[in-house]
């Protein structure tokens, strides 16, 4: 064979497997849409746009406290294009979330949830939402910060692509998985637009814990609380992970030391309260 021809064969070998590259990719992006898009809904009347997402079967879904806000009651549009309403059960605007209740049977899809730690500064990151009325939009980024609020949320940086009507939309990882409700974006900035992670929804929404698969304790704000003699955290509630078995979960509350033993996964809340 000659240079020449080795070389193009080379080149046509390349080119193949890059080929098959990218449409693994866009195969897996596609999917990955199919999988998210049953499970965002359309929150929107003459007054506002806003996006969100089931977090459960019975039709609990999460959205931002900014598109609820002043509202009891919403017009909601499914994937599917059903129309219904939902109830607002808790906004809290301090952290820019809103818990509502949609009419529905059954959820035709909802997200999981992470939990603190699962993300990283460079990850993939996805969205679906309505920015600038473009229902069901799919944009791509990666997290390009990771820091806590003044009010104690943690707030998720990305440079995804997201206008007005995505707020309240789902930020996922690669397999689906809910990390973050988007928020406000960046005024004096470009691309840069910020969601709260949903480990802040466990901690506001008592609703929520069973689909967190932690430990949730509660604690007086501003105390430091401790599993096995090592600090997870400061109240008002702390979330972990730890290994199943027995644990010794513990504060010094007002100056005396609060100390109670659970056994994990059997207990999966704990409150420290002053004796």
């Not at 995505?166 to 960046?186: C, E, H, L, Q």
């Not at 704000?221 to 003699?229: E, N």
Request: some cysteine; glycine content about 12%; aromatic content about 6%.
């Amino acid at each position: 064979m000659s240079i020449a021809l080795a070389g193009l064969t080379g080149f046509h070998t390349a080119a193949r497997a890059e080929r098959d590259l990218l449409a693994a990719q866009e195969d897996q992006q596609i999917k990955l849409f199919a999988k998210v898009a049953p499970a965002v809904i359309f929150i929107g009347d003459d007054r506002s746009l806003g996006t969100g997402f089931f977090v459960s079967e019975s039709g609990l879904a999460l959205t931002a406290a900014h598109v609820v806000e002043g509202r009891s009651e919403l017009k909601v549009v499914l994937h599917g294009g059903k129309k219904t309403r939902a109830k607002v059960l808790s906004s809290r605007p301090d952290v820019d979330l809103a818990l509502i209740q949609v009419s529905v049977d059954r959820a035709p899809r909802f997200l999981p949830l992470a939990t603190a730690g699962d993300l990283r500064v460079g990850q993939w990151v996805g969205a679906v939402g309505h920015g600038l009325g473009g229902v069901w939009a799919f944009t791509t980024g990666m997290v390009s910060n990771l820091y806590e609020a003044k009010h104690g949320a943690e707030i998720v940086q990305t440079q995804i692509p997201l206008n007005p009507g995505n707020s309240g939309g789902p930020i996922f990882d690669r397999t689906g998985r809910a990390v973050a409700v988007v928020s406000k974006g960046a005024t004096n900035g470009n691309s840069i637009n910020i969601g709260v992670h949903v480990t802040d929804a466990f901690i506001v929404f008592d609703e929520l814990l069973p689909a967190c698969g932690c430990l949730a304790i509660d604690a007086p704000a501003g105390v430091a609380v401790f599993v096995d003699d090592a600090i997870v955290g400061k109240g008002p509630r702390v979330l972990v992970k730890p290994a199943a078995g027995d644990h010794s979960v513990s504060a010094v509350i007002n100056g005396a030391q609060v100390e109670r033993t659970i056994r994990f996964p059997a207990s999966r809340r704990v409150t420290l309260a002053a004796p």
